[in-house]
């Protein structure tokens, strides 16, 4: 088993990077990610806090050999999350759904106001990549080569995100100057 962790802090507030969050897919950084689809999402009245159920479909570039052997180079993800816009918090976590009983991977990420300086975005993620079954024999190659894939993933992910909070402000900016010059309009 390999575990993965790691944590970066957005230099934009929590409202925002959790907004983007909704919107980083589809992204030309995560062009693997081809589509998500929410199967459930309620909002509890009492609390506030959002429940969402999502799958996401990914398309792994895996060697053509791996395509053959497993039939495709589709593969799915059941994610769940909560936001709570009390506590500012947003948790997920996520499973993958294909070829688990061959690689484990669940993966665990928070976006918290970072507690240095609130008015930024504190992400941290961690991961347990598992190898087991027909894989056993080859296990710790194997999670080596997906502990590498997922940092290479994790960190195209973040310029995802930075990139979608990019697009969100610059859609502020012309709102705000819309509004600034029908105003004085």
């Not at 999402?41 to 895996?62: C, S």
């Not at 690689?103 to 300086?117: M, Q, R």
């Not at 909070?165 to 610059?170: E, S």
């Amino acid at each position: 088993m390999r575990l993965f962790e790691a944590a970066h802090v957005f230099k934009h507030d929590w409202e925002t990077v959790s907004l983007a969050n909704w919107r980083k897919y589809p992204n030309e950084q995560t062009p693997h990610v081809r589509h998500v689809e929410i199967l459930n999402q309620d909002v509890d009245p009492a609390t506030g806090v959002l429940r969402t159920e999502r799958l996401i479909m990914v398309r792994q570039n895996v060697p053509l050999l791996v395509r053959k052997i497993f039939g495709g180079d589709t593969s799915y993800v059941l994610e769940y999350s909560e936001v709570d816009p009390q506590k500012r918090t947003l948790v997920m976590q996520s499973q993958n759904m294909t070829y688990s009983n061959l690689l484990s991977v669940g993966e665990y990420i928070t976006y918290t106001p970072d507690p240095e300086n609130p008015k930024h975005t504190l992400f941290t993620q961690s991961a347990q990549l598992k190898a087991s079954g027909a894989l056993c024999r080859f296990a710790n190659k194997i999670e080596d080569i997906c502990w590498n894939r997922f940092q290479d993933n994790a960190h195209i992910g973040k310029l995802g995100l930075e990139q979608v909070v990019t697009k969100i402000l610059a859609e502020r900016q012309a709102l705000m100057m819309s509004m600034t010059q029908t105003a004085s309009g």
